[in-house]
């Protein structure tokens, strides 16, 4: 069992680590979720975030490292710093069309270890994150597509751009005259739909312009142009509301208006107003009558994602992936190595969230709150045993999208057999405190006593690879292994051994990509001649005091008072026999606080607890 030194408590004597530093987590499933998280803020996907965007073919920065790409999301490592990283992917992707903006009304990520930036291209956007790596001097770069809920036009020569797809709101300056910029507006807002509403009462100028836009089932358009003294002008393009247009169309005329005729010479101010409201209100009517026949008339585009009836779907026979997929999945790609899974059905999102909320379950998956739950875009978290599955449910065109990724869906098997086969001097012996490790490893730290020496290993080699290693090299030491053939089981393995010395137990478990061993080599012969065992089946607790105050140590609701300088040289401290289990120990001496400290102890083991400077700090001796 091992227990946590306090972080002050240097290591004993005998205790020796080794880190190389090298990876100790599999990264591709941390990915993911960071690509994923980066669309989580989206109100909905855009059908052109399929149409014409693939991450993966965006420019890169020189030197780049692919680690991961999908349409959705990609990235790689840049041989640069953050800041230098974000500079040459903001200089890249400008280079090929791309709009930087800032988010309207919030702040984005600028320090030395992460850079934020929001890219715009026409209907398709863009984020990138950059990170910092490992070593400092190299950058991780991400590229997520960015649903637009409401795509706005830039002007060709805008700066100081502010967009928030999700009011909508666009701020930016420019130097094109005033006619010029509505005539942009006009343009290009009629290309997504969107019409011209009856002029206002303010007539547009030189030095000023003021306009509203209406389109069917949207809220109209405000657009704001005020031009400086500088010759820059001010732009501001915002959502705005059916009462707001009315209001407008209500005020006095500043010159007469041109659109409609005006109402009755002996019409009351009251009428005045309900006649331009009813104007404000037939000129949306219009522009949504309009967009309607638009829609209705035959057109190449494709059908609209299916959201409406959910199915019942059945599982497929023999599913391909460690989780059930529907029986209408077509294009299946699972992959046990790497944890993915990927299909595409006819069946509505709502069906899919369905199937799978009702099939994770009697499997003993625990489903999660949704991180992202819109019509055409579900999010799906569910874990079980410590391992997890995320599970993207989109539909961006005419068929719903599935994307799934985490530890759940890895299969040992297929990890084992992807991977390469250990190499010779991936097995080359090197040894601590007198016992064995493999040459690749990320850590060795030994530990001892006179009674007994422990090892602990960590390794990216695989479970199996690791246990033959052992078999081997211990065998040559004359260690007799117990029941061989029972030693493992699924991802970890417990193997017995009877050494020159004493008893011995090897215990390997695979977990996150990494291998860890622990053995440990009792000295039977010279526990019994110490004296210190206690009676069998019995934990005999030793207490030391490397302080010059007395400290009171309490376990299993006993209470012990231990001198100064007591047991700190050698045996000699108070002691007691416990029953093995799981305890909590807790050290009080006056003027400090209160320490404590749990640890589990097994039958026959001999424990060690010293309170000194930095607490408490407890041992197994034996």
């Known amino acids: 069992m091992r227990v946590s030194r306090p972080t002050n408590w240097p290591h004993t004597p005998a205790a020796v680590a080794c ?229 407008e169309l209500a005020r006095p005329a500043a010159e007469p208006a041109a659109v409609a005729a005006p109402p009755s010479p002996t019409a009351t101010a009251d009428e005045m107003n309900a ?140 990890k084992a057999a992807a991977a390469p086969a250990p190499t010779a001097e991936d097995l080359a012996v090197e040894e601590m405190g007198g016992l064995p490790y493999p040459n690749n490893h990320t850590l060795a730290e030994a530990e001892g006593t006179p009674l007994r020496h422990a090892l602990t290993v960590e390794t990216a080699l695989d479970l199996q690879s690791v246990l033959g290693f052992y078999r081997q090299e211990l065998g040559k030491r004359g260690w007799k292994e117990d029941a061989p053939t029972a030693a493992v089981a699924g991802a970890s393995a417990t193997l017995r051994f009877m050494t020159p010395d004493g008893p011995a137990v090897l215990k390997l478990e695979r977990k996150d990509d990494v291998t860890t061993v622990n053995l440990v080599v009792s000295n039977q012969a010279k526990a019994k001649a110490s004296g210190l065992t206690a009676k069998p089946g019995k934990v005999k607790a030793m207490f030391g005091n490397a302080l010059s105050a007395p400290a009171t140590i309490t376990i299993n609701k006993q209470s012990v008072s231990v001198p100064p300088g007591a047991g700190a040289n050698g045996p000699g401290g108070p002691t007691l026999e416990l029953p093995a289990g799981t305890y909590k120990v807790t050290m009080k001496v006056a003027g400090q606080s209160d320490a404590s400290v749990d640890v589990t102890i097994g039958a026959d083991e001999i424990w060690g607890f010293m309170a000194g400077p930095g607490g408490l700090m407890p041992m197994q001796i034996h």
């Open 19 to 247: 880190d190389q530093n090298a990876p100790r987590r599999s990264w591709r499933p941390a990915l993911a979720a960071l690509a994923l998280a980066l669309i989580a803020t989206a109100s909905g996907l855009s059908p052109a975030l399929a149409d014409g965007l693939d991450t993966g073919a965006l420019p890169r920065v020189a030197g780049a490292k692919e680690l991961y790409a999908s349409p959705l999301s990609t990235i790689y490592s840049a041989p640069v710093p953050v800041a230098d990283a974000a500079a040459a992917a903001a200089k890249a992707l400008a280079g090929d069309g791309w709009r930087q903006y800032a988010m309207a009304n919030a702040s984005e990520a600028r320090t030395a270890d992460v850079q934020a930036m929001n890219f715009k291209k026409g209907p398709l956007a863009i984020s990138v994150l950059v990170t910092k790596s490992d070593p400092a001097t190299t950058a991780n770069v991400n590229y997520a597509a960015k649903p637009l809920a409401n795509d706005l036009p830039f002007p060709p020569d805008a700066t100081d751009i502010a967009f928030d797809p999700n009011q909508p709101l666009l701020t930016c300056a420019s130097r094109q005259p005033i006619a010029a910029t509505l005539a942009f507006f006009n343009a290009e807002l009629a290309g997504m739909g969107w019409s011209p509403a009856p002029a206002g009462r303010n007539a547009n100028t030189d030095k000023a312009a003021h306009a509203y836009f209406v389109r069917a089932d949207h809220a109209p358009l405000l657009l704001t142009a005020q031009r400086g003294d500088d010759g820059a002008s001010k732009i501001e393009l915002k959502g705005a509301t059916a009462e707001d247009l009315a209001a």
């Open 275 to 414: 006649a331009n409201a009813k104007q404000a209100q037939q000129a949306i009517a219009d522009a949504t009558k309009a967009a309607m026949a638009d829609a209705a008339a035959p057109k190449a585009a494709t059908a609209p994602a299916a959201d409406g009836l959910v199915e019942a779907l059945a599982a497929m026979a023999g599913s391909p992936a460690a989780i059930p997929v529907p029986a209408n999945a077509e294009a299946v790609k699972f992959d046990g190595a790497e944890g993915s899974l990927a299909f595409e059905t006819d069946s509505s999102i709502k069906s899919v969230v369905a199937f799978y909320r009702s099939a994770m379950k009697p499997l003993g998956w625990q489903a999660e709150a949704s991180a992202i739950d819109k019509p055409n875009m579900v999010v799906l978290d569910f874990s079980k045993d410590g391992k997890d599955i995320e599970l993207t449910v989109m539909r961006p065109i005419d068929k719903t999208e599935v994307e799934a990724s985490g530890e759940g869906l890895v299969t040992e098997a297929e």
